[in-house]
């Protein structure tokens, strides 16, 4: 799954989840329109919206399993 999807599965708004995870909801839009990269996203913004969606970062990056 993906931010967007996990967001969504969880019925919360991208400035709901802004507020909750302290992350800008302009990076969370980005990041849902592919327009920023979230594999690139500091290790804070990413355990920020883990915590705020109470989820695995493998939820919301693309983590390839080798």
Same mark, same amino acid.
């Given at each position: 799954?993906k !931010?967007?999807?996990?967001?969504?599965?969880?019925? *919360?708004?991208?400035? $709901?989840l802004?507020? !909750?995870?302290?992350?800008?909801?302009?990076?969370?839009?980005?990041y $849902?329109q592919?327009q920023i990269? *979230?594999?690139?996203a500091?290790?804070?913004?990413?355990?920020?919206l883990?915590?705020? !969606?109470?989820c695995k970062? $493998?939820? *919301? !990056?693309?983590?390839k399993?080798?």
């Amino acid at each position: 799954m993906k !931010l967007k999807d996990v967001r969504q599965d969880k019925n *919360i708004s991208q400035r $709901e989840l802004s507020k !909750l995870s302290g992350v800008s909801i302009r990076n969370i839009q980005a990041y $849902e329109q592919g327009q920023i990269d *979230i594999n690139n996203a500091s290790a804070v913004s990413v355990y920020r919206l883990c915590k705020a !969606l109470n989820c695995k970062y $493998e939820d *919301i !990056l693309d983590v390839k399993n080798s």
